[in-house]
């Protein structure tokens, strides 16, 4: 939340919408690396070393890692934002009170509130399903994968489709514009390709390609539509007095739009069985195109403008 803070006071909104992809590619990048690479390198460590001993290894390198970065940030990021200043825990709580009170007051707000849950309705279910669908037995009607197989799919065909659909959507929507049209298309690039899933529990193929392509359609498609709903908070919900505040709050209403459907995936997927389970995840994305049909936009123009006087 501090580096998005940053990046929403010093860039312009094109600049917002321009790098707001390689924004996304960078924080998955970071997740190979993390859950990815540093793993697999410590997997091999304990070959040599013992689990503790390598897991020794590999946490000093990640402390190592965000030491340098700390050090790079101090001196390479703008501090040009002045803070609003708090001298008592009175203060304090008003502050968070007029954060709260102002939030509520924007324009548009509760349409855009129903905006950012709805978006990722379809998604919450689908993403905590689809490894237990790769991982479960084919006569349960999964895919039967091994564990390095579904760790091959999502750290190579998933994380590369994601990096390149981030980017060319933050390119994409810096030329465009966040407009109706734009949104609608990010929409259906995040969502449609769910499809791809529904294909597989009827499908159920064997070829680890065939199901390597459609992983990376998902993954692209998941980068590509992200950037819609990141960019609508930060230039239809965020701006005003208490700007990082309001993205932050903001983003957690988005991540309980996602963690809802989750809490309650597995039991929908229990009873319907995956193929049926991922058949309704595509009758799910119709709320988030209904929300992104209606939502009522503020030209972004007059957003800076207001910002500004």
């Not at 001196?75 to 008592?88: A, D």
């Not at 399903?129 to 039967?144: C, V």
Request: aromatic share 16%; net charge positive; glycine share 10%.
């Amino acid at each position: 939340t501090a580096a998005d803070g940053v990046y929403l006071n010093e860039l312009s909104a094109k600049e917002q919408a321009q790098y707001v992809g390689w924004q996304g590619a960078f924080y998955n990048i970071a997740k190979v690396i993390s859950g990815g690479v540093l793993v697999y390198f410590a997997g091999e460590l304990e070959k040599k070393l013992g689990i503790a001993s390598a897991w020794m290894v590999v946490l000093m390198l990640y402390g190592s890692t965000m030491l340098v970065l700390g050090i790079y940030n101090m001196r390479m990021l703008p501090q040009s934002t002045q803070q609003q200043e708090i001298h008592s825990f009175k203060d304090g709580l008003q502050t968070l009170k007029d954060v709260l009170i102002t939030f509520f007051q924007k324009k548009y707000i509760w349409f855009g509130l129903l905006f950012i849950v709805f978006y990722r309705f379809a998604e919450g279910q689908a993403i905590k399903i689809t490894p237990l669908f790769f991982k479960a037995a084919r006569d349960e009607g999964g895919l039967g994968l091994t564990t390095s197989q579904i760790g091959l799919l999502y750290g190579v065909f998933g994380a590369i489709a994601f990096v390149l659909g981030s980017i060319a959507a933050g390119y994409f929507v810096s030329n465009k514009g966040l407009s109706r049209k734009t949104l609608l298309l990010l929409c259906a690039f995040f969502n449609v390709p769910f499809v791809v899933y529904a294909y597989l529990a009827i499908a159920l193929p064997e070829s680890l390609s065939i199901i390597g392509t459609a992983v990376a359609i998902e993954y692209f498609g998941y980068g590509f539509g992200f950037v819609g709903l990141i960019l609508f908070i930060m230039q239809q919900i965020a701006p005003g007095k208490y700007k990082m505040a309001h993205y932050a709050f903001a983003s957690g209403l988005m991540n309980l739009g996602f963690m809802i459907p989750s809490m309650v995936s597995g039991l929908v997927s229990d009873y319907l069985g995956y193929k049926d389970f991922f058949i309704w995840v595509m009758i799910s994305t119709i709320p988030a195109f209904l929300v992104t049909w209606l939502v009522p936009l503020k030209p972004v123009d007059n957003i800076a403008t207001n910002e500004k006087s």
